[in-house]
RNA sequence: GGAGAGAUGGCUGAGUGGUCGAAAGCGCUCCCCUGCUAAGGGAGUAUACGUUGAUAGCGUAUCGAGGGUUCGAAUCCCUCUCUCUCCGCCA
């Protein structure tokens, strides 16, 4: 959510900032519901006021043993003007509260102008894609002999959109995620986390997938407001909601693994093919809260994290900075990290690093108190560190060999007791 | 699932209808005192919103959440959530 003071101020600079994210913020609607807010607030504290002075007043006389029926005449009516005007005040605070909360950040200022990710600024690329001497397959293709990737009896389980990986491959998937956990752990410095992973309505809406993005989570209990989280930020971030951090504790940096649950409405036709886009899938999460004067400075460093995870594992990525249009709702700037795949022969994204600002901070008033100062929101960061099916795909389409076989990263090898090669076929 | 207890400020913990935003203690901040030992004394110490030039004043709200009774609710009533204890069940 924006500081309220925003809406007060400069409405039309405001305006265009969010123009660049594509979107049209109603400029009269606001200033007038905010001048409605202000005149109801103001009358209804009036009366309040009116009535708590009479109370008192009635107190003090029924003390001295004074009669109390002429105060009690006094105030006879208020009670039905103030219900009245409470009652307008909460129906025009409401509506503007309910507006509010759907305005998403502003953008950076080093935010490209643009609408969909082709205007996404290239800001470097790492490693050389590979060139094979044999058509490489995708990762169904490459996995179709063996069945260790099934996608038909996940959906006789299930529905589509669902995988079961066997032997090997759910090998390979544990030991990536062990692998991310560790250099995270170990060389960046997270402390590791396990959260649940089924959370609350006010967890969904402090990291902003409420109230504008219900149709995308799964809810699975509609009496209790209960849904499936769909990345682990929500549970991680939240850890920190309606709390007060003592200034000296940050930064605090946390990695958790999660499934992830996504219900990838309104992208029906979109990747469904194999394991790119799927409901549910694994991934490693980074996620910061720190000083807003460090969050520039963590951005970076978070992208970092997660970029040494591909150059571990030896995959070429390329990093792309958001244009406005294709930054999401709570972002301020995010970074994407696009991993090279042989069959689309395309970077497709696998991490996705942003900096929210204050805005998740204020969602959620996670705050943090430096001396004897006042509390002050805090800055949330979180990025995929990485996602681990897209990197399962990555490495499966990367590491093929023309017999069929695939290669193992050697960062991998230990975790999967020194195997050098996967065989996918038999 | 059964029975009971509880939820108050950074923490502990009083307060059962009226000058209560809330005693006291701890912690913290500032000041003072004291050359003799982790001492003593004083002052201050919630958040949000509104008004305002103002982190000054003033007003309003907040004692788990929501609703009700009342001129007036931390205190009474209802619903919900959560925590704790005992029993049962169970990874």
């Given at each position: 959510m924006l500081d309220q003071k925003w809406i007060r101020g400069d409405l039309d600079d405001l305006a265009s900032r969010l123009r660049k994210k594509g979107f049209e913020l109603d400029a009269a609607y606001l200033?007038?519901?905010?001048?409605?807010?202000?005149?109801?607030q103001t009358q209804m504290e009036a009366l309040q006021s009116e009535r708590n002075r009479s109370s008192k007043a009635i107190g003090q006389a029924k003390a001295k043993g004074e009669a109390i029926e002429p105060l009690l005449a006094e105030v006879a009516t208020l009670g039905e003007q103030l219900e009245a005007e409470k009652a307008k005040f909460e129906a025009v605070a409401s509506k503007l509260q309910g507006y509010l909360q759907t305005i998403p950040n502003l953008p950076d200022e080093d935010v490209p102008d643009g609408t969909d990710e082709a205007d996404n600024a290239l800001l470097r690329t790492w490693?050389?894609?590979k060139a094979f001497q044999f058509e490489p397959l995708d990762h169904v293709d490459l996995t179709a002999a063996g069945g260790a990737m099934d996608f038909d009896v996940a959906a006789k389980l299930s529905q589509s959109r669902f995988v079961v990986l066997r032997g090997e491959l759910a090998q390979l998937q544990r030991a990536l995620i062990q692998f991310m956990l560790d250099v995270h752990v170990e060389e960046h410095g997270y402390e590791e986390v396990y959260v649940p992973f089924i959370v609350n309505s006010d967890s969904l809406f402090g990291t902003g997938q409420l109230?504008?993005?219900a149709e995308d989570q799964f809810r699975i209990d509609a009496e209790r407001?209960?849904?499936?989280?769909?990345?682990a930020e929500v549970p991680v971030t939240n850890i920190y909601r309606d709390a007060i951090i003592n200034g000296g504790e940050l930064p605090l940096k946390m990695v958790c693994h999660s499934p992830c649950f996504r219900s990838e409405a309104g992208s029906y036709g979109r990747d469904t093919r194999g394991m790119i886009r799927q409901h549910q899938f694994e991934k490693v999460e980074l996620v910061q809260l720190v000083r807003p004067e460090d969050s520039d400075n963590a951005h970076e460093a978070l992208t970092q994290h997660a970029e040494a995870i591909?150059?571990?594992l030896e995959l070429p990525y390329r990093v792309v900075n958001l244009c406005g249009g294709d930054l999401g709702f709570s972002a301020a700037k995010t970074y994407d990290l696009e991993v090279w795949l042989p069959s689309q022969q395309t970077y497709r994204e696998i991490s996705s690093c942003s900096n929210f600002r204050d805005f998740q901070a204020r969602r959620m008033q996670a705050r943090m108190r430096s001396g004897n100062g006042k509390p002050e929101l805090l800055h949330t960061l979180n990025?995929?560190?990485?996602?681990?099916?897209r990197a399962l795909v990555a490495i499966l389409e990367n590491y093929q060999e023309a017999d069929g076989q695939v290669a193992v990263p050697?960062?991998?090898?230990?975790y999967l007791g020194g195997k050098t090669q996967l065989l996918m076929r038999d």
């Open positions: 200033s007038s519901a905010e001048q409605e807010r202000k005149a109801a490693g050389e894609p109230p504008k993005f407001e209960l849904y499936l989280i769909p990345t591909l150059q571990k990025g995929s560190g990485v996602a681990v099916g050697s960062v991998l090898q230990p």
